[in-house]
């Protein structure tokens, strides 16, 4: 009898059958239990029954375990309370209530953030919706275990999973923190209520989006709200692309020929485009003179963005907004209508103006996320993305070594005080502080005062994930 096929050390294998896709294996627990009630182990048999119990597959194969449990009589209880007294052995290393091995159960839990459950399901040999119990209890045990650090500067962005999803970020690290079900108001509002350590939040970048904005006045009220500029420039894309299409219906199929491709070279920036595109766009402009307007107004409002103040940002604004003739005004009247409303929050992005990075590598992720996301529930995708292993930014426990500290303090003054790196101010920055205070001394002779700091995680990397989803490594 293979007695080690179980690899279970307190019970005995008895029998094994196997066909081309399951093992069935008999077993009995080898230990003699105690009474349950009480601990005693003057006991009698009362009988048995099978319990069938599922386990790792093996081999490609689906495991049964069917287990001869027994059941046993209690001598002392029995005489105590005047009545037979029975109970069945309990099986070691066994989830009773769902019928699988611990182990099987681990495994499951730790398979469902990479697989489909349907094909956990078909491999194990049970139904989709135990993998699901399985996975929930698995993820709100990770939700225990793992904390994210507190952004001190938060982005609050969306992403299109089924329906719009809000993608909780770290904007400093790169980072995303949670994810939450949907965009509205109350869930926000949950989600910023409930955040340990919430008083961190000094900055928040985000889209136009109402429940957002009202979100965070409710509940950070003293964090700044900076509308990214992504969000913005994007609409001034937009209100061109309006222009051109308007213009498109007008045209006859021949005039529509020769306007082969304007969407792409019309939607580059013009220190973008190459000598080829320069020609088709000033053949164009010659032909049709609000195709030139809607270009011209598109960069001149990316122009906006240069502007190193807020007041010099409305200045360009208000110059900008001058130049819009009343044929194309329709086209741009979103924009405009959006800077009014939006005015305070898209120009305190002039303040603090968030990296290209970020926006860039959340976008990417956005990408990869709508090509493979498919197929999941929102909670797989989010354990998916949350607690993928090996895409955790964190601070080591021990300082960094020292000179790489000093140039990394040192980069972080010269990137100025706004847009300080979160993890300058962990272990890197300590290490960092302790050169430039402590700058004589020699980095062999390091002060055994140095506080050690807990390491810090700071949520999943974007860029990491992004390579990890488009490698199927998730
Ligand atoms: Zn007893």
Same mark, same amino acid.
């Given at each position: 009898?293979?007695?080690?096929?179980?690899?279970?050390?307190?019970?005995?294998?008895?029998?094994?059958?196997?066909?081309?896709?399951?093992?069935?294996?008999?077993?009995?627990?080898?230990?003699?239990?105690?009474?349950?009630?009480?601990?005693?182990?003057?006991?009698?048999?009362?009988? #048995?029954?099978?319990?069938?119990?599922?386990?790792?597959?093996?081999?490609?194969?689906?495991?049964?375990?069917?287990?001869?449990?027994?059941?046993?009589?209690?001598?002392?209880?029995?005489?105590?309370?005047?009545?037979?007294?029975?109970?069945?052995?309990?099986?070691? =290393?066994?989830?009773?209530?769902?019928?699988?091995?611990?182990?099987?159960?681990?495994?499951?839990?730790?398979?469902?953030?990479?697989?489909?459950?349907?094909?956990?399901?078909?491999?194990?040999? *049970?139904?989709?919706?135990?993998?699901?119990?399985?996975?929930?209890?698995?993820?709100?045990?990770?939700?225990?275990?793992?904390?994210?650090?507190?952004?001190?500067?938060?982005?609050?962005?969306?992403?299109?999973? *089924?329906?719009?999803?809000?993608?909780?970020?770290?904007?400093?690290?790169?980072?995303?923190?949670?994810?939450?079900?949907?965009?509205?108001?109350?869930?926000?509002?949950?989600?910023?209520?409930?955040?340990?350590?919430?008083?961190?939040?000094?900055?928040?970048?985000? =889209?136009?989006?109402?429940?957002?904005?009202?979100?965070?006045?409710?509940?950070?009220?003293?964090?700044? *709200?900076?509308?990214?500029?992504?969000?913005?420039v994007?609409?001034a894309n937009?209100?061109m692309?309006?222009? #051109?299409?308007?213009?498109?219906?007008?045209?006859?199929?021949?005039?529509?020929?020769?306007?082969?491709?304007?969407?792409?070279v019309m939607l580059k920036r013009e220190r973008d485009l190459t000598?080829?595109d320069?020609?088709?766009l000033?053949?164009?402009?010659?032909?049709?003179?609000?195709?030139?307007?809607?270009y011209?107004?598109k960069e001149d409002f990316f122009g906006?963005y240069d502007?190193?103040?807020?007041?010099?940002?409305?200045?360009?604004?208000?110059?900008?907004?001058?130049?819009?003739?009343?044929?194309?005004?329709?086209?741009?009247?979103?924009?405009?209508?959006?800077?009014?409303?939006?005015?305070?929050?898209?120009?305190?992005?002039?303040?603090?103006?968030?990296?290209? +990075?970020?926006?860039?590598?959340?976008?990417?992720?956005? #990408?990869?996320?709508?090509?493979?996301?498919?197929?999941?529930?929102?909670? +797989?995708?989010?354990?998916?993305?949350?607690? +993928?292993?090996?895409?955790?930014?964190?601070?080591?426990?021990?300082?960094?070594?020292?000179?790489?500290?000093?140039?990394? +303090?040192?980069?972080?003054?010269?990137?100025?005080?706004?847009?300080?790196?979160?993890?300058?101010?962990?272990?890197?920055?300590?290490?960092?502080?302790?050169?430039?205070?402590?700058? #004589?001394?020699?980095?062999?002779?390091?002060?055994?005062?140095?506080?050690?700091?807990?390491?810090?995680?700071?949520?999943?990397?974007?860029?990491?994930?992004?390579?990890?989803?488009?490698?199927?490594?998730?």
């Amino acid at each position: 009898m293979p007695a080690n096929i179980l690899n279970l050390p307190a019970y005995t294998v008895t029998a094994l059958q196997e066909n081309e896709h399951d093992y069935h294996i008999d077993a009995t627990v080898k230990a003699m239990p105690v009474c349950p009630h009480c601990r005693g182990g003057d006991l009698s048999g009362f009988g #048995r029954r099978e319990q069938m119990v599922h386990d790792l597959p093996s081999h490609g194969r689906r495991v049964g375990l069917y287990v001869d449990t027994r059941r046993f009589k209690c001598n002392p209880c029995s005489i105590n309370q005047g009545k037979t007294v029975t109970f069945y052995e309990p099986l070691p =290393d066994v989830d009773e209530r769902r019928a699988m091995t611990s182990r099987l159960r681990a495994w499951i839990g730790k398979q469902a953030i990479k697989r489909t459950f349907a094909s956990l399901a078909e491999e194990v040999g *049970i139904d989709e919706k135990s993998v699901r119990s399985v996975f929930r209890d698995y993820i709100n045990e990770l939700e225990k275990t793992i904390r994210f650090e507190v952004p001190r500067w938060m982005g609050i962005d969306e992403i299109y999973l *089924i329906r719009p999803r809000c993608v909780i970020a770290n904007i400093a690290n790169n980072t995303i923190v949670d994810m939450l079900h949907n965009r509205n108001k109350e869930t926000v509002v949950r989600y910023l209520h409930h955040l340990e350590g919430k008083d961190r939040i000094q900055y928040v970048a985000m =889209d136009m989006w109402q429940p957002y904005r009202d979100a965070c006045h409710a509940v950070i009220p003293d964090a700044k *709200i900076i509308i990214d500029k992504f969000h913005v420039v994007k609409m001034a894309n937009e209100a061109m692309e309006r222009v #051109r299409k308007d213009l498109r219906e007008r045209l006859t199929p021949k005039q529509r020929r020769g306007l082969m491709h304007d969407r792409w070279v019309m939607l580059k920036r013009e220190r973008d485009l190459t000598d080829e595109d320069s020609l088709l766009l000033s053949g164009w402009i010659r032909n049709y003179p609000e195709l030139g307007l809607a270009y011209r107004l598109k960069e001149d409002f990316f122009g906006i963005y240069d502007a190193e103040s807020p007041d010099e940002a409305q200045g360009r604004f208000l110059q900008w907004k001058s130049q819009i003739t009343p044929d194309i005004e329709p086209a741009f009247f979103d924009l405009v209508r959006a800077w009014g409303n939006w005015n305070p929050w898209i120009l305190e992005y002039f303040n603090h103006p968030i990296t290209n +990075a970020y926006t860039e590598s959340l976008n990417n992720l956005i #990408r990869v996320m709508n090509r493979l996301g498919r197929g999941y529930s929102f909670e +797989a995708l989010r354990a998916k993305i949350l607690f +993928a292993e090996g895409a955790h930014k964190r601070t080591n426990s021990r300082p960094k070594f020292e000179r790489k500290s000093r140039k990394e +303090a040192l980069q972080a003054l010269l990137n100025g005080e706004d847009i300080e790196s979160d993890l300058s101010e962990g272990a890197i920055g300590l290490a960092g502080t302790r050169s430039f205070s402590m700058g #004589r001394m020699s980095p062999t002779h390091k002060p055994s005062t140095q506080l050690p700091e807990p390491p810090k995680n700071y949520g999943v990397d974007i860029s990491t994930l992004t390579r990890m989803l488009e490698n199927g490594e998730l």
